[in-house]
Structure formats: structure tokens, C-alpha cells
């Protein structure tokens, strides 16, 4: 099994991400996290036969059963004013959101 995120480990990634966590939100997520590490063990543990082809999916997907790929082309929605001016705050027809604060890390 890969290391387990022990409390220390947890709380130095929570200090790295500026989060603001209660002991129980750091217990809980700290949990779920050591969850996740443990099934891609059982999931890296699997025997795979060589020369197996990669897949996105599970279930067998051919080509025929595909929709067929559309254009991926920019369409204007025709709603930007209508968002614009539901916004609390804009500069020149753009949403103004504030600044995010930050600290330089180390």
C-alpha cells in the first residue's frame, strides 16, 4: 500500500493550500484521502495481460456506435448583456470580480 497521509503530512498540505479547516473537517478529509490512496492500490494491483489496448471506458465502445464529432466552434449565447447586468459590479461591459489574495510560498 502507498504511505498514508499521516497528520502532519495532512496539515502541512492544508497550510500549502491556505485552507481553513476544523479538527473534524481535517480527521474527515484526511480519511477520504487515505481512502482514495488505498483503491488505486487495489486498482494498481490488478493484472493487466501484456499488449492489452488502452481504453476510456470499460464497455466495449466501436466506432458505429459513436456519435459522430461535431465542429468545435465558439457561439455567442446572445445573453451577455443580460449577465452583465445582473452583475453587482462591472468595468466596461466586463464582470468585476475582486482581486484573490495570496501569499508567496517559500
Do not use: C
Amino acid at each position: 500500500m502507498a504511505e498514508e497521509i499521516t497528520p502532519e503530512l495532512f496539515n502541512h498540505l492544508v497550510e500549502l493550500a491556505a485552507l481553513e479547516l476544523t479538527p473534524q473537517e481535517g480527521e474527515y478529509l484526511r480519511g477520504e484521502l487515505n481512502n482514495q490512496l488505498k483503491s488505486i492500490d487495489e486498482l494498481a494491483a490488478i493484472q493487466i495481460p501484456e499488449g492489452t489496448p488502452l481504453a476510456a471506458h470499460g464497455v466495449p465502445f466501436p466506432p458505429e456506435l459513436r456519435p459522430a464529432a461535431r465542429p468545435d466552434e465558439a457561439q455567442p449565447s446572445g445573453l451577455n448583456a443580460e449577465i452583465v447586468a445582473g452583475a453587482p459590479e462591472t468595468a466596461e461591459g466586463y464582470l468585476h470580480v475582486p482581486g484573490i489574495p495570496h501569499q508567496e510560498l517559500d
